[in-house]
T-cell receptor, first 116, second 111 residues
Framework: DTGVSQDPRHKITKRGQNVTFRCDPI?????LYWYRQTLGQGPEFLTY????????KSRLLSDRFSAERPKGSFSTLEIQRTEQGDSAMYLC??????????????FGPGTRLTVL | RKEVEQDPGPFNVPEGATVAFNCTYS??????FFWYRQDCRKEPKLLMS???SGNEDGRFTAQLNRASQYISLLIRDSKLSDSATYLC????????????FGKGTRLSVIA
């Protein structure tokens, strides 16, 4: 399977715990995005990498959230001191893009987080 | 005001019906437009891009009206397998930026 993969697919944690999610993009893709989706809403942008550089962060990404893409390949999203409001589906997407082209984002299956 | 607005539905239609979804966007700087499909508890998947000239892919037709900041999706001859949530999506630049999603419109095609 050469699509975007995410791990774990489901995570249940207690409030106050830290969690880390991993995303493996399609191998030749230089761009990687994190989105969050809650029930009844469309996905909302969190942050975006081009290669290893984190180029944009949403206001939704509080201090408790951090994302990395250390070698420009896989990415991790960590949430510290989780809160019940963090319960959501965390979606990763990747694309190959240049300054002048329109790139198509391909989504992974998501990590569903439940904070008790 | 939300940046992308859609009627959440649900739209319940019989097989074979024609159904249309509408979407409006507030940012006049938006440059790229898409419809994504999302099945229950699955990830969004690109259905089609939307161009000013309108475009068609089989039973699906998408239209863009930049003056009215309005996007539409028409599905002809609905199939049971078309049941899903349809997400209207815009970006500010030519696809090189994060996607901005509407809440989605839920479609149920009934036998």
């Amino acid at each position: 399977d050469t699509g975007v993969s995410q791990d774990p697919r489901h995570k249940i944690t207690k409030r106050g715990q830290n969690v880390t999610f991993r995303c493996d993009p399609i191998s030749e893709h230089n761009r990687l995005y994190w989105y969050r989706q809650t029930l009844g809403q469309g996905p909302e942008f969190l942050t975006y990498f081009q290669n290893e550089a984190q180029l944009e962060k949403s206001r939704l990404l509080s201090d408790r959230f951090s994302a990395e893409r250390p070698k420009g390949s896989f990415s991790t999203l960590e949430i510290q001191r989780t809160e019940q409001g963090d319960s959501a589906m965390y979606l990763c997407a990747s694309s190959y893009g240049t300054e002048t082209s329109t790139d198509t984002q391909y989504f992974g299956p998501g990590t569903r987080l439940t904070v008790l | 005001r939300k940046e992308v607005e859609q009627d959440p539905g649900p739209f319940n239609v019989p097989e074979g019906a024609t159904v249309a979804f509408n979407c409006t966007y507030s940012n006049s700087a938006s440059q790229s437009f898409f419809w994504y499909r999302q099945d229950c508890r699955k990830e969004p998947k690109l259905l089609m891009s939307v161009y000013s000239s309108g475009n068609e892919d089989g039973r699906f037709t998408a239209q863009l009206n930049r003056a009215s900041q309005y996007i539409s999706l028409l599905i002809r001859d609905s199939k049971l397998s078309d049941s899903a949530t349809y997400l209207c999506v815009v970006t500010q630049l030519s696809g090189n930026t994060p996607l901005v999603f509407g809440k989605g419109t839920r479609l149920s095609v009934i036998a």
